[in-house]
């Protein structure tokens, strides 16, 4: 037999086996962004039976903003069953169940050479499906099937206009969210305490920090939220140096589940053309109950980035990015975003986007019954116990609301920091808390909480009053902390941007006093930042870190964790 009808036969053979696909595989730089066609990805649908919509539910549209864009519909066909996978979770099964010679990335090879230490820790089916975009899987940067598909339906179910799902966490949410509405110089007016990454998005953007400093209960020491009239006074401020807001951020809910009044937030900004963005990392779920605070979407904010891995059911790392409204260029946020994002994004975390979506889709409001009535319960309960408190609304005169799934729990009275409760609480009874604080601690329920848990929790907090003496603080105590508090003369020397590409050097405490700040030093609680790039390092400043610290409290960013030293810009 020739070579030639030996290849013959074998392709023959082979062909009965298996079916050949396209394996032409579109790449995330931007230079390639629409190079698939339409056409050819409808053609691989129509094979894979990937994506459960019939073909003539495909409709040439004009996108939003007036671009022109293909668009898949959300509404399901006739023939569409109540058990279908989501699209993009049907879609990886499809190609992980395909019997394929694997010449691609990842080199574990669809688990085939997974390290046996993991694999007995998880299984193989992880890594099975742990797969690069293929052809069928879709392409982050320019969707045009099951992501597209998927990000569509979320973007119905959590009220936007356009969704897009991110696997770099909040973060990069928050600085493409950043990224898109400020440029070089433009002014952001943000909380003091807004997490890490808006000021690394200041870093990126070249944008000008306007910081309102939100209202902070010293007896609990926590930080609340900002109000509207305190915008509207930032916004004001800008005005009378000539300045407008590019943006304004908004941290609603904090980690502790404390809610800002949004609406009112967004209709002044609105007057004045000002787009806002939330940080609703810690409220992804909010709106699907009736008990729950309602969404930023629902309160007119024109950018959300919710972390949909925290409450809702996301592998860890996996978040969203929601727009509505006018304000802002759905555009710079794609390229924004292709800048921040892996160009390899992991599928198992998008999926797990598009299953946590579905999973909201298919229970509707009754699937946080079970959550809420546990946290009603766990209220109930430990309020009852003696020397121990529970945050409570209006707590902050100023906070719109509280998240009733974040319960933070104080034991001052008890003579005990929340460092220490938590260590007997870990050690003795196995309860793991979110977030612990100098007086408290806070823990997060969720869809996976169960009753014994609360029980348990209820357990070990009165085995903590019965252990420990009831303490009546001192008149002063609890606010002597007020004494070093420093954010009223906060001066900047430098943008965040300039002093992060400065030169930098170490000084002692000592020596770094009156000098441009080079780092991010933020103590936890009350998670407000301290010293912030490019501003000038003050005595307050210097003694609120050393008390806080002698409290207990985390300090965070800075490179000498003992605070013997700062990190200083040279100039």
Known sequence: MSSASLDMSFAGSFCRKWSFRPCRRP?????????RKNQSFLVLLQRNDIMPRKIKNCTSSVGYNGVPSTEISCAPSAAASQNELPPLVSALKASAEENAASFHFPGHNRGKAAPSSLTQLIGSKPFLHDLPEL???DNLFSPEGPILEAQKQAARLFGASETWFLVGGSTCGIQAAIMATCSPGDTLILPRNSHISAISSMVLSGALPKYIVPEYDFNWDVAGGITPSQVYQAIKELEMEGRKAAAVLVVSPTYHGICSNLDEICEICHSQSIPVIVDEAHGAHLGFHRKLPSSSLSQGADLSVQSTHKVLCALTQSSML?????????????RSLQMLQSSSPS???????????????????????????LAMEARSLISKIPGISVLEFPSFSSSFCIDPLRLTVGVWQLGLSGFEADDILCKDFGVVCELVGTKSFTLALNLGTQRDHVLRLA???KHLAKTYHFHQPLEDEGKNVNHFACFDDVRMSMSPREAFFAEKRKASIRDS???ICGELVCPYPPGIPVLIPGEIITERALNYLVEIRIKGAVITGAADCSLSSFVVCVT
């Open 322 to 334: 929601h727009m509505q409204g006018n304000l802002v260029d759905r555009e710079r946020i794609s």
């Open 459 to 461: 357990a070990g907090l």
């Open 513 to 515: 006093l009156g000098e």
């Open 27 to 35: 790449k995330s730089c931007i230079s390639q962004v629409g190079f």
């Open 347 to 373: 599928y198992l975390l998008l999926a797990s986007l598009d299953a946590a979506r579905a999973q909201l889709t298919e229970n509707g409001e009754a699937i946080f019954d079970k959550a809420m009535n």
């Open 135 to 137: 052809p069928e899987l």
